[in-house]
Nanobody, 126 residues
């Protein structure tokens, strides 16, 4: 079992920045891929960014490329999502998710992840 806790959400003006954290506990000795997802009201949960266990490979959805950066500190069992140049359309609940089963490619579907955090609200005002 892996427990995930997100933090760092809040209210920010357009153009501002936030850094989300996803702290893992439990079976953290296992290698796991981490993805950040977001879900706006009335919309499906969508992939935002992902990072492999080693941290060497990162992936982003097109709408956040150049603005968001995902990183991880395995010594602290924490994954970060630095969000810059925020836009009102980034408003959503942000979730981190972990996959402990081996996979070659970066999973982008929520169904491919094993563990989820409770989510943190990000609101960007115009």
């Amino acid at each position: 079992q892996v427990q995930l806790v997100e933090s760092g959400g809040g209210l920010v003006q357009a153009g501002g920045s936030l850094r989300l954290s996803c702290a893992a506990s439990g079976r953290t000795s296992s290698s796991y891929t981490v993805g950040w997802f977001r879900q706006a009201p009335g919309k499906e949960r969508e992939f935002v960014a992902g990072i492999t266990w080693s941290g060497r490979s990162t992936y982003y959805t097109d709408s956040v490329k150049g603005r968001f950066t995902i990183s991880r500190d395995n010594a602290k069992n924490t994954v970060y999502l630095q969000m810059n140049s925020l836009k009102p359309e980034d408003t959503a609940v942000y979730y981190c998710a972990a996959r402990t089963r081996f996979i070659v490619t970066m999973p982008r579907s929520p169904a491919e992840y094993d563990y989820w955090g409770q989510g943190t609200q990000v609101t960007v005002s115009s």
